[in-house]
Structures are given as C-alpha cells and as structure tokens.
C-alpha cells in the first residue's frame, strides 16, 4: 500500500533551519511529484511547493522564495524538505503528499511533522 | 487570507443534507478544476472530492461535488456522526502560482 511517512518532531530557535523527510513506498517513486503543505495552529492548509522525483524540477510558493528547498534521494525514494531563517510564525505541522503529475490532486499524505520555532 | 472563500461553520442533524460553498475567481475555480479535503482532528487531510464531482475509491456515495463558473460546492447528504470535520476546497490558482485552500468549513453534526 501506498505509504508516505514522515520524520519526527521538530523543536527549533529563530533563525535556525529545519530539515524534514518524507520516505515513499508502495509505488513507483518517480512517477509522482511530492509536495510540501504546512498548516499553523488553527490555521488552514498553506502550499509550500513541489518537487519532480524524476526530473528533480522544483515549484516553490512565492512567499518561501529563498528560504524553502526542496530535494530527493531516488536511491532510498526520500524527499527532504529543508526551511532556514526559521521565526515564530513557521510553527506549524508540515505535511508531504503526492500527486499524479498534473492532476493538481494530492491523493496520499505523511502523518505530518510538528516544527516548533521559539526562543 | 485565502483566496477561495468558504463558510466557517455549517451543521445539520443526522441525516440531513449538508452543502459547503467555495467562491473563488476566475484565475482558479473558473480555470481549474476543484478538489476537496476532509480533515478529522489531529489528522493530515484526505482526498475527498478531485476534479469537480469524482470521488476516490472508498469514499462514499453521500459525498459529492460540483462546479460553475467561479464557485463549487461539496455537498454531504444522509449525514452522520463520523463525517464531523473539517472541509477544505483547493485548486490552483493561474495568477498567483500557488496551489490555494480554502479558508475552510468546519462541520458539525448536531
């Protein structure tokens, strides 16, 4: 079964990084983008950006520019999402899904991993 | 602020029907097609509704989706004490470059 899990909880001070994994299964790795969703506390879902596992094209939201990047291991079929300049307001459950490629529809997702930024 | 706007709450008693209205513009509804996540507390969304009306395999009957012009609407009929969530709609927004949700809708079931 199709399976994106995600690495643990993340506690971090402003203007740190944070670097977090989504390790694929049951499919095939390259024929799926995985994106990048983030969701702060009593917030909605926000789109932080996508990454082509085949080709390694990346898509990133306008407001990350800079401080988002994302990028994938085929060998062990991990994508990594890593987000510097850390403050207070990227306190949030961060999720990978995948999407069929262009579909623009995210049929599986992680558990989701909780980054806490405070001093 | 979202630019796909959704009621915050709607409710029903068991049974009843429920619609959820999504109203976006014509750089993302009235472009592209729509999808809709439900969100049980503390849990990642799942896929509700893609491409306007179609529902993935296991997700029931009574969920169903439809589109015109710049607005959609999820529609939740024979409701029942499971379906208490949260509901987003999302699509991608041409102008923007984003990927956008809704501000969401969070369904009681009284």
């Known amino acids: 079964q199709v399976q994106l899990v995600q690495s643990g909880a993340e506690v971090k001070k402003p203007g740190a990084s944070v670097k977090v994994s989504c390790k694929a299964s049951?499919?095939?790795?390259?024929?799926?983008?995985i994106h990048w969703v983030r969701q702060a506390p009593g917030q909605g879902p926000e789109w932080m950006g996508n990454i082509n596992p085949k080709d390694y094209s990346t898509t990133y939201a306008q407001k990350l520019q800079g401080r988002v990047s994302m990028t994938r291991d085929t060998s062990t079929s991990t994508v990594y999402m890593e987000l510097s300049s850390l403050r207070s307001d990227d306190t949030a459950v961060y999720y990978c899904?995948?999407?069929?490629?262009?579909?623009?529809?995210?049929?599986?997702w992680g558990q989701g991993t909780l980054v806490s930024v405070s001093s | 602020q979202s630019v796909l706007t959704q009621p915050p709450s709607a409710s029903g008693t068991p049974g009843q029907k429920v619609p959820i209205s999504c109203s976006g513009s014509?750089?993302?509804?009235?472009?592209?097609?729509v999808n809709w996540y439900q969100q049980l507390p503390g849990t990642a969304p799942k896929l509700l509704i893609y491409?306007?009306?179609q529902r993935p395999s296991g997700v029931p009957d009574r969920f169903s989706g439809s589109k015109s012009g710049t607005s959609a609407s999820l529609a939740i009929s024979g409701l029942q004490s499971e379906d208490e969530a949260d509901y987003y709609c999302?699509?991608?927004?041409?102008?923007?470059?984003?990927?956008?949700f809704g501000t969401g809708t969070k369904v009681t079931v009284l």
């Open positions: 999302a699509v991608w927004d041409d102008r923007l470059h984003v990927y956008v």
């Open positions: 899904a995948r999407e069929m490629v262009r579909t623009y529809y995210f049929d599986h």
């Open positions: 014509s750089s993302n509804i009235g472009s592209n097609t």
């Open positions: 049951g499919y095939t790795f390259i024929s799926y983008l």
């Open positions: 491409s306007n009306n």
